[in-house]
């Protein structure tokens, strides 16, 4: 009898360690849903499926280091960059942790370099920039490249190539999204004609005042483009010397009010290649209250501008489409750390510029261009 007790314990012994086996099996197959999977992205230290409420659960940190805070222009760079996040958190399920940088005004270049210097220290997966100081951020690139960041320059690159606009150092940058400075140079001269005709003024002779706001590689093809333009189809025409303002609308003003008293009643109106200088031109017109006789055409839009084009202060504005520019620079910046490579068969693309004028200011296209928002 007790030998019976004993074989029917070693049986339920048995039966019940083969049940266990079994259910460990079943765990095997059917894991928790919950379990954390391992990335094969390069920013898998960013991944977190529970604190991102999105498709993938990657999040990228990209940073858009601006040569200025307050000018409109690099403010609408960034409301297309804003746009194209926007739009690509919702299309890939990506999220952006994104973040802007830079000095206030275009003419402190060391706050620039230093600016960028801090964001690549931090380390993101890409940076969106433009720089008005080519030297100084040649070797920045560099650190950035090397660190592997994504690199994409908007508007202004590391210098220029034969006509002013590929951009060197290719090396060290993912892409390149600009506008060419010898067509807004070449478009700006032509307006200018136009204007003329309107205004019957001639071509056999005048004087036209040159301004800029800083001698640049890149930017001085805007007034090189007008140049040769000029010489080609209004060869009576004179053009002074380029007058630099270091970027500041006062000095501009100022350098447009010695032009004006100068030149005298041979001046036929005035080239200002950046919108900063086209304010202080504006604003030297408008004090002197010259509009008859005189043509001023400007680069890029602003409010002063604007107000000055709507007065008859100003012909026409060569405006890029900073919109495009910015959103194309973020896409392209998402989709190169999405998919590991840059989807760009060539490494700098052109966004050409329009003529604003009296006849098209308020369409709704240059109204949009002009004053971009989010939607």
Not at 32 to 43: F, I, L, V, W, Y
Request: glycine share 8%; aromatic share 6%.
């Amino acid at each position: 009898m007790k030998k019976l007790i004993a074989l029917l314990l070693v049986i339920a012994m048995v039966g019940c360690l083969f049940a266990a086996c079994a259910s460990d099996g079943n765990n095997d197959t059917q894991p928790a849903t919950d379990a954390p999977t391992e990335s094969n992205d390069n920013n898998s230290e960013n991944t977190d499926n529970t604190d991102n409420n999105n498709e993938s659960g990657k999040t990228y940190k990209i940073i858009y280091v601006t040569p200025s805070t307050a000018s409109d222009f690099w403010t609408q760079i960034e409301t297309g960059i804003k746009q194209a996040m926007k739009d690509y958190e919702e299309q890939l399920g990506v999220k952006i942790e994104y973040s802007i940088t830079g000095p206030a005004e275009e003419a402190d270049a060391e706050g620039y370099v230093s600016a960028l210097e801090n964001a690549i220290a931090s380390q993101p997966d890409a940076i969106l920039t433009a720089t008005l100081n080519i030297d100084p951020t040649v070797p920045k690139a560099k650190e950035a490249h090397d660190a592997g960041i994504v690199l994409n320059f908007v508007n202004c690159g590391l210098g220029n190539g034969d006509e002013g606009d590929e951009g060197t150092h290719g090396e060290y940058y993912n892409e390149f999204y600009y506008c060419s400075n010898t067509t807004i140079g070449e478009m700006a001269a032509q307006a200018f004609l136009d204007a003329m005709a309107e205004k019957g003024i001639s071509t056999d002779k005048g004087t036209i005042g040159m301004q800029m706001n800083m001698e640049n590689a890149a930017l001085d093809f805007r007034m090189q483009g007008f140049r040769d333009y000029m010489a080609e189809k209004a060869p009576g025409l004179t053009l002074t010397d380029t007058e630099y303002n270091g970027n500041d609308s006062a000095d501009a003003q100022a350098d447009a009010e010695n032009t004006i008293n100068a030149v005298g009643a041979d001046l036929i109106g005035i080239y200002a290649g950046n919108n900063v200088t086209c304010d202080g031109v504006c604003n030297a017109l408008r004090a002197a209250n010259m509009k008859e006789g005189v043509v001023s055409i400007g680069v890029d839009s602003d409010d002063v501008e604007i107000a000055a084009l709507r007065d008859g202060f100003l012909s026409a504005i060569i405006v890029q489409d900073a919109f495009t520019q910015g959103y194309k620079c973020m896409e392209n910046a998402i989709l190169t750390l999405v998919n590991g490579q840059n989807p760009e068969t060539t490494k700098q693309v052109n966004c050409p510029p329009v003529v604003v004028n009296m006849e098209n200011i308020d369409s709704e296209e240059i109204q949009f261009m002009m004053s971009p928002s989010v939607k």
